[in-house]
């Protein structure tokens, strides 16, 4: 046989070798992970549930997963050990960077635009009619409002 038609087994052998390895120190890394876990320590479970470990056996984990409510899990179930800092943060809302300077307004006028100048004088936009969406409290008033198109409320040009 020549070389160029064991060229694809020979590749074929070394990706699969390569793939096996991989995947072997991804299970050697999550084993270790679990080893290092000590009660008293956050964990993300691989459902996506935050605990803390109370118990740890040979192969199960008691978990506190609110206060006074405990589970037995297998260790295998367990996604991640978190740094007590980060934990903290997820669970309970805990917030590092409280101190940054972000500003959010009271009210939405600094998102869409001054209505007065600085200086006390009108803008552009307060030249412009405003839209009276108040509604009348005197009924003659509500009526001569509705029959200036000659509808009142309700009513339509379709028949």
Same mark, same amino acid.
């Given at each position: 046989?020549?070389?160029?038609?064991?060229?694809?087994f020979?590749?074929?052998?070394?990706?699969?070798?390569?793939m096996?390895?991989?995947?072997?120190?991804?299970q050697?890394?999550?084993?270790?992970?679990?080893?290092?876990?000590?009660?008293?320590?956050?964990?993300?479970?691989?459902? @996506?549930?935050?605990?803390?470990?109370?118990?740890? @056996?040979?192969?199960?984990?008691?978990?506190?997963?609110?206060?006074?409510?405990?589970?037995?899990?297998?260790?295998?179930?367990?996604?991640?050990?978190?740094?007590?800092?980060?934990?903290?943060?997820?669970?309970?809302?805990?917030?590092?960077e409280?101190?940054?300077?972000?500003?959010?307004?009271?009210?939405?006028?600094?998102?869409? @635009?001054?209505?007065?100048?600085?200086?006390?004088?009108?803008?552009?936009?307060?030249?412009?009619?405003?839209?009276?969406?108040?509604?009348?409290?005197?009924?003659?008033?509500?009526?001569?409002?509705?029959?200036?198109?000659?509808?009142?409320? @309700?009513?339509?040009?379709?028949?």
């Amino acid at each position: 046989m020549s070389i160029v038609t064991l060229l694809p087994f020979i590749v074929l052998i070394g990706a699969m070798f390569l793939m096996t390895r991989s995947a072997k120190k991804k299970q050697q890394a999550a084993a270790q992970m679990r080893d290092e876990m000590q009660p008293g320590t956050g964990v993300r479970t691989i459902g @996506g549930m935050y605990a803390t470990v109370k118990e740890i @056996g040979d192969e199960t984990v008691l978990l506190e997963v609110a206060p006074g409510v405990h589970a037995v899990y297998a260790k295998n179930a367990i996604g991640a050990v978190l740094q007590d800092s980060e934990y903290n943060r997820i669970v309970h809302g805990d917030d590092e960077e409280s101190d940054s300077d972000t500003v959010v307004p009271d009210d939405a006028s600094s998102l869409t @635009g001054a209505t007065e100048a600085t200086d006390g004088t009108e803008t552009a936009e307060d030249a412009e009619p405003k839209a009276d969406l108040t509604k009348k409290s005197d009924p003659a008033e509500a009526a001569a409002e509705g029959q200036k198109d000659g509808k009142t409320d @309700g009513e339509t040009d379709a028949k």
